[in-house]
Nanobody
Framework: QVQLVESGGGLVQTGGSLRLSCAAS????????MGWFRQAPGKEREFVAS????????YYGDSVKGRFAVYRVNVKNTAYLQMNSLKPDDTAVYYC???????????????????WGQGTQVTVSS
């Protein structure tokens, strides 16, 4: 089992930045693909970003391309989501997810992932 805990959320003004962390425990995530999703009130869960097991491949949702960056530090068993130029539309609960996957193929579908964190709230004020 892999336990995931997100942190780093909070309240930020439009144009600001936040860095979310996803700390894993229970197993090393060095062989896991990691994903970030978000869900705003009344909306479906949305793909934000993902990264392959070794960090060689990254993928982004269209709404965050050029503003967000996903990376990982496997020796720390942690994945990160750097969010810049935040907008009010980025307000949501952000979740990290993990899937055992030793390839560069990382899907943007929530159901593909096996493990999820509890989420962290990000609020962007206008």
């Amino acid at each position: 089992q892999v336990q995931l805990v997100e942190s780093g959320g909070g309240l930020v003004q439009t144009g600001g930045s936040l860095r979310l962390s996803c700390a894993a425990s229970g197993r090393t995530i060095s062989t896991y693909a990691m994903g970030w999703f978000r869900q705003a009130p009344g909306k479906e869960r949305e793909f934000v970003a993902s990264i392959s097991w070794n960090g060689d491949s990254t993928y982004y949702g269209d709404s965050v391309k050029g503003r967000f960056a996903v990376y990982r530090v496997n020796v720390k068993n942690t994945a990160y989501l750097q969010m810049n130029s935040l907008k009010p539309d980025d307000t949501a609960v952000y979740y990290c997810a993990a899937k055992s996957q030793l390839s560069q193929v990382v899907l943007a579908t929530a159901s593909w992932y096996d493990y999820w964190g509890q989420g962290t709230q990000v609020t962007v004020s206008s």
